[in-house]
């Protein structure tokens, strides 16, 4: 990525290819495309940017920068920080990889998943009390539940690894299906 001046960022092929094909992937992760862009395009920068660099950068409105940006803020995923000599608020994300992972994994946990499983427990319970009902459901909704909850019990074990370690881990995929009998 070059710049040219204070408020243009010049992103390089790789870079524009890298911000769009994000931005693309985002949609399919439920996730404004703008707002993916925002992050790549701040993952990728050497240095935190302001508004107006990533609006210029991402040839988007400033209103949808700031919007975007309170959504990247509200995941935990940016921080605002602030440039010596300059009134503007800079945005910066992590540049650990294994740490943005962490932390969208546990955003949609609170988002998603556990919302999930306090319906399933709630779905549960009352196909208990029923009388009647589409056969299998108990056990269906137990299997389910089982599911998210072994899940995310594994996750929160991982998520308490060091990034180091977890990446070992990642690698040993091959290794541990053989040790476990699964291969």
Not at 14 to 29: I, N, P, Q, S
Not at 109 to 114: A, C, H, Q, S
Not at 115 to 128: G, K, Q, S, Y
Not at 159 to 165: D, N, T
Request: aromatic share 6%; with cysteine.
């Amino acid at each position: 990525m070059t710049e040219m001046t204070d408020t243009t960022v010049q992103l390089s092929p790789a870079a524009r290819r890298f911000v769009l094909h994000w931005g693309e992937m985002g949609t399919r992760w439920g996730v404004n495309r703008t707002v993916a862009q925002a992050h790549a395009l701040l993952y990728l920068s050497p240095r935190p940017l302001n508004a107006e660099e990533i609006a210029g950068a991402l040839s988007v409105a400033r209103s949808n920068v700031s919007t975007s940006l309170r959504e990247l803020q509200s995941w935990g995923l940016v921080r605002v920080v602030h440039a010596m000599g300059d009134r503007r608020d800079h945005f910066e994300t992590m540049a650990d990889v294994w740490e943005l992972f962490r932390v969208v994994m546990d955003e949609r946990l609170k988002r998603e998943v556990e919302p999930t499983v306090r319906v399933l427990r709630e779905c549960l319970a009352e196909a208990e009390r029923e009388k009647g009902g589409w056969p299998g459901t108990r056990e269906k909704l137990r299997a389910m539940l089982g599911f998210f909850e072994t899940t995310t019990a594994c996750y929160e074990q991982m998520r308490r690894l060091p990034a180091g370690a977890i990446s070992k881990l990642a690698r040993l995929g091959p290794a541990l299906r053989r040790l476990l009998g699964a291969a």
